[in-house]
T-cell receptor, first 110, second 118 residues
Framework: DAKTTQPNSMESNEEEPVHLPCNHSTISGTDYIHWYRQLPSQGPEYVIHGLTSNVNNRMASLAIAEDRKSSTLILHRATLRDAAVYYC???????????FGKGTRLSVIA | NAGVTQTPKFRVLKTGQSMTLLCAQDMNHEYMYWYRQDPGMGLRLIHYSVGEGTTAKGEVPDGYNVSRLKKQNFLLGLESAAPSQTSVYFCASQGGRAGLAGGGYEQYFGPGTRLTVT
């Protein structure tokens, strides 16, 4: 399975943009890039996913490198509620379940 | 639309006791998953199902059994609980057509079951 690499932790000031990086140099052509986050004491929640093109939704934006070997999750204005562990995961179009790594713990400072 | 629900929310077991965790989803999803999460760790896949009547082993299946008799329910059983199974258990479901999995579909997670085995 293709693996992802994320920084263990990041810190951001409230109301500033946050760029969370993810490297996936062994990504295959059928792998989707998914981002989930887990707030304290809660189950993971879906944030965004994409295949090749950049994606935007109400929660975040996903910027995918042209060679697809890396991607960046962008939170446009961090709030205290965005403090969570963010997971970058590759998901193929076959019957392959998501594999969660340790993710990036994002701290937001007021 | 309740999404994914899990029963119970908390449970304390003695070593050797058995129990069943129930996961239910009302989104007509084909795929369902059971994960465990130990303190400070990421999620690890226990078992999963790609459709009614099917199950498959994940990363850490030992000590657990599962059944998917109805499409909307996925049961996780512990036959003889051990302290090493103390964890938070999350269930998830995912859309996508059976046999053509969900690379492009998001997973929806339940709120979790906190299990302590003494």
């Amino acid at each position: 399975d293709a693996k992802t690499t994320q920084p263990n932790s990041m810190e951001s000031n409230e109301e500033e943009p946050v760029h969370l990086p993810c490297n996936h140099s062994t990504i295959s052509g059928t792998d989707y890039i998914h981002w989930y986050r887990q707030l304290p004491s809660q189950g993971p929640e879906y944030v965004i996913h994409g295949l090749t093109s950049n994606v935007n939704n109400r929660m975040a934006s996903l910027a995918i490198a042209e060679d697809r070997k890396s991607s960046t999750l962008i939170l446009h204005r961090a709030t205290l509620r965005d403090a969570a562990v963010y997971y970058c995961i590759l998901s193929s179009s076959g019957n392959t379940p998501l594999v969660f790594g340790k993710g990036t713990r994002l701290s937001v400072i007021a | 639309n309740a999404g994914v629900t899990q029963t119970p929310k908390f449970r304390v077991l003695k070593t050797g006791q058995s129990m069943t965790l129930l996961c239910a989803q009302d989104m007509n999803h084909e795929y369902m998953y059971w994960y465990r999460q130990d303190p400070g760790m990421g999620l690890r896949l226990i078992h999963y199902s790609v459709g009614e009547g099917t199950t498959a082993k994940g990363e850490v299946p030992d000590g657990y059994n599962v059944s998917r008799l109805k499409k909307q329910n996925f049961l996780l059983g512990l036959e003889s609980a051990a302290p090493s199974q103390t964890s938070v258990y999350f269930c998830a479901s995912q859309g996508g057509r059976a046999g053509l999995a969900g690379g492009g579909y998001e997973q929806y997670f339940g709120p979790g079951t906190r299990l302590t085995v003494t």
